[in-house]
């Protein structure tokens, strides 16, 4: 009997390992392919949220400052990269300006610090290759960039080393609740056998509500969008250094421009 099995090694799963081997407890992760980090968590863009755009009062918007407030000391804990770049949200007519200021209060009202409006000539100097059509940007000096890989690999490295058990390659299947001693256990089948446990923590990304439908009455659907990504050459890396998003639309935050941890802004590895 397990006391918990973690469904999911991407960067949730790998993260909730981490914590929880703090503690003396038996835990498992069961992962479907043959490696971590292989779902949403190996394809994003590697940014460290300001939390300005996280709906006020919402779980993610206290998440969200919570966890880059804590970035600092986790990638200094597990020695991995990690940049406050800062970020910038462009704004191209005087009919966007409304939402800049928008997002400027609804990132005051979730407490980020040092949020600016910046005028043309203020955008310009901080990033001089953008655009002269700028009129205004919203800028979030506490935006950062990580290596989405090199975070999910070194927590879920910091969590085998303290004892957790990572099962790869083995797809969950059915989740079933059952009384032991007066309490609920779970018996998780794998398509290569089953194992018991007394907690699951459900982090199988976007199919994290079929599990979630296994066992709970009040369903949920998991609605799932893809981005699509241009990676440019280390030789035009030197171009920005903030994370540059368009004012945001209806489906989210539209096209952005970003770098990686892997160079300085001269172009140095
Ligand atoms: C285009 C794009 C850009 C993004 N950019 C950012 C960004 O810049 N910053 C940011 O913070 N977030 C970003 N996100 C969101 C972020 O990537 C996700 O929130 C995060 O990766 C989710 O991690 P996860 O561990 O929940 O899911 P996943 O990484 O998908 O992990 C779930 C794991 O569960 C496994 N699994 C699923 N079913 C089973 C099963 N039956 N049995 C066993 N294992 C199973 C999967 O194989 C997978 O490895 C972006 C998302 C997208 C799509």
New binding site residues.
């Given amino acids: 009997m397990y006391d918990v099995v973690i ?9 909730v390992a981490r914590e929880l081997s703090k503690f003396k407890l038996k835990i498992a992760v ?4 043959s490696d ?14 300001a939390g300005f755009d996280a709906k006020a009062g919402s779980l993610k918007a206290k998440f ?1 400052l919570e ?1 880059n407030r804590l970035m600092d000391e986790l990638a200094s804990d597990l020695d991995i990269p990690f940049r406050r770049n800062g970020s910038l949200v462009l704004c191209f007519s005087e009919e966007e300006r409304g939402k800049l200021e928008k997002l400027y209060q609804n990132g005051i009202k979730n407490g980020v610090r040092d949020l600016q409006i910046l005028e043309k000539d203020e955008v310009k100097k901080l990033e001089p290759n953008i655009t002269d059509e700028v009129i205004a940007a919203l800028f979030a000096p506490t935006g950062g ?1 990580i290596c ?1 890989f090199t975070l ?1 690999i070194a927590l879920a490295e910091n969590a085998s080393s303290n004892g957790v058990e990572f099962i790869l390659g ?4 059915k989740i079933e609740k059952f009384l032991i001693e007066n309490k609920y256990a779970y018996r998780v089948q ?1 398509n290569k056998g089953s194992l018991e446990t007394r907690i699951i923590v459900n ?6 509500d ?2 979630h439908n296994m066992v709970s009455s009040n369903k949920i659907i998991i609605t ?6 241009c990676l440019f050459d280390k030789s035009v890396s030197g171009i920005i250094d903030k ?1 540059i998003f368009q004012a945001p639309g209806v489906l989210g935050k539209g096209i ?1 421009v ?1 770098r990686t941890v892997h160079t300085g802004r001269d172009g140095r590895d």
Avoid: W
Wanted: with cysteine; hydrophobic share 35%; charged share 15%.
């Fill in positions: 469904i999911g090694a991407g960067v949730i799963g790998s993260s069961i992962e479907k392919c971590l980090c292989e779902g949403t968590s190996k394809a994003n863009s590697g940014i460290v949220h969200n966890g960039i989405p999910t083995q797809e969950v299947t794998t982090a199988a990304g976007v199919y994290a079929v599990f799932a969008r893809k981005g699509e990504y994370t952005l970003t």
